[in-house]
């Protein structure tokens, strides 16, 4: 399990993965984090835009009023999981130096009054040196008007064609560490968040 602030607790994790594409490269990286994750002692659930398949999106969970006009089955499940979450981790590639259209379709279908002030790791890779950051960058400004609070440490992987040894562990054991680094660093938001808002939050969150 997870030491954090000098204890051990179990954070509800929701580990969202953007790319849809037949054969896509970041699947060895998606498990590596999941299973790091559940190493470390916390219940995880993977919100995959390749297996939920959403819909593009039409009509976002928050303007759903109720009554007659409730949101679907699918939507709702969804909206309960991701708004029991203490915290959430995107691993997402580049596309044309953006984010995959997949994950932020995912993410824009729930506003603040689901994700608002909790804390988000964005993990990204790419073929390329930059291993996606410029993806990253994108997330943060999207994260942030969505109410995440995203952790300084950000993680990417590049050259992700040779990243991985057939058994799906990292060549790089130094790549290793920094995940370490970054999951320390989430639970320690995730932990000193969870009782913040325990106590109540700075602002209204608005769910239109």
């Not at 953007?18 to 896509?24: E, K, P, Y």
């Not at 029991?84 to 997402?92: E, G, N, R």
């Not at 989430?186 to 209204?204: D, F, H, N, Q, S």
Request: charged share 20%.
């Amino acid at each position: 399990m997870a030491a954090v602030c000098g204890t051990i607790r179990s954070l509800n994790l929701v580990v969202f993965m953007g790319s849809v594409r037949i054969n896509r490269l970041g699947t060895p990286l998606l498990n590596l984090v999941v299973k790091q994750l559940k190493a470390r002692g916390h219940n995880v659930t993977t919100l995959d835009a390749k297996e939920e398949k959403f819909p593009l999106l039409e009509k976002p969970y928050h303007h759903y009023k109720g009554g007659d006009d409730k949101a679907p089955a699918w939507l709702e499940k969804w909206a309960q999981i991701l708004g029991a979450a203490d915290a959430y981790i995107l691993v997402d590639c580049e596309y044309n130096h953006s984010p995959s259209p997949g994950m932020l379709n995912l993410l824009d279908h729930f506003w603040r009054a689901t994700y608002g002030h909790k804390p988000t790791f964005i993990c990204t890779y790419s073929g390329q040196s930059t291993g996606g950051a410029r993806t990253a960058y994108i997330l943060r400004n999207t994260c942030g008007e969505l109410g995440m609070i995203t952790i300084p440490t950000l993680f990417h992987l590049p050259a992700v064609y040779s990243a991985f040894n057939e058994q799906g562990e990292l060549t790089a054991p130094r790549l290793l560490a920094q995940l370490e680094t970054a999951f320390n660093e989430l639970e320690w938001y995730a932990e000193m968040l969870k009782k913040a808002r325990a106590t109540g939050l700075p602002i209204k969150v608005r769910s239109d």
